[in-house]
T-cell receptor, first 113, second 110 residues
């Protein structure tokens, strides 16, 4: 069966420090991968998605970047964190072919201080 | 892009009560998902329901794609049902990324 792992679960970082969040999927190949952010409140905003190795699309301009160095690995990064980067970050995957459902990781709660 | 609206935004129930959550979307879709976000933030898949009705225990969902809405029914609610319920639909294209509604915050009181 397929599983998705995301770490760390929580992170407190000072303003100006770098960031690296990692997400890996097991039990499938060629997945579509996604990074979402949930700010205080409710809505989930799509940040990045990837349909293949090295292929990254950004939905909104921001201080973050994403990379996909391997088929089942998706990394969210920043060179210098801002206070506004605080939030709950969720990684997700779905099979590339067919209208299949998406599955989410457990999330990373990032607090920038 | 497609718009997804959920109602009500907040709902408070006594344990044992039934409820209906609604999700409206602005364009035709070929699938729809319902999620429950638990107190730890994890998104739990409830239903993948492009059309028709599905049931899983005390929960059921109905999607009427031609009228662009979906309903989530919770019967005999329990305190563990508390949390935020989201519906989400995919954007057309190869990535099929999900667009989420703003969610319904459900609180079930003992």
């Amino acid at each position: 069966s397929q599983t998705i792992h995301q770490w760390p679960a929580t992170l407190v970082q000072p303003v100006g420090s770098p960031l690296s969040l990692e997400c890996t999927v097991e039990g499938t190949s060629n997945p579509n991968l996604y990074w979402y952010r949930q700010a205080a409140g409710r809505g989930l905003q799509l940040l990045f998605y990837s349909v293949g190795i090295g292929q990254i699309s950004s939905e909104v301009p921001q201080n973050l970047s994403a990379s996909r160095p391997q088929d089942r690995q998706f990394i969210l990064s920043s060179k210098k964190l801002l206070l506004s980067d605080s939030g709950f970050y969720l990684c997700a995957w779905r099979q590339r072919q067919g209208g299949t459902e998406a599955f989410f990781g457990q999330g990373t709660r990032l607090t920038v201080v | 892009g497609i718009q997804v609206e959920q109602s009500p935004p907040d709902l408070i129930l006594q344990e044992g009560a039934n409820s209906t959550l609604r999700c409206n979307f602005s364009d035709s879709v070929n699938n729809l998902q319902w999620f429950h976000q638990n107190p730890w933030g994890q998104l739990i898949n409830l239903f993948y329901i492009p059309s028709g009705t599905k049931q899983n225990g005390r929960l059921s969902a109905t999607t009427v794609a031609t009228e662009r809405y979906s309903l989530l029914y919770i019967s005999s609610s329990q305190t563990t049902d508390s949390g935020v319920y989201f519906c989400a639909v995919p954007v057309r294209g190869s990535a099929r990324q999900l667009t989420f509604g703003s969610g319904t915050q459900l609180t079930v009181l003992p």
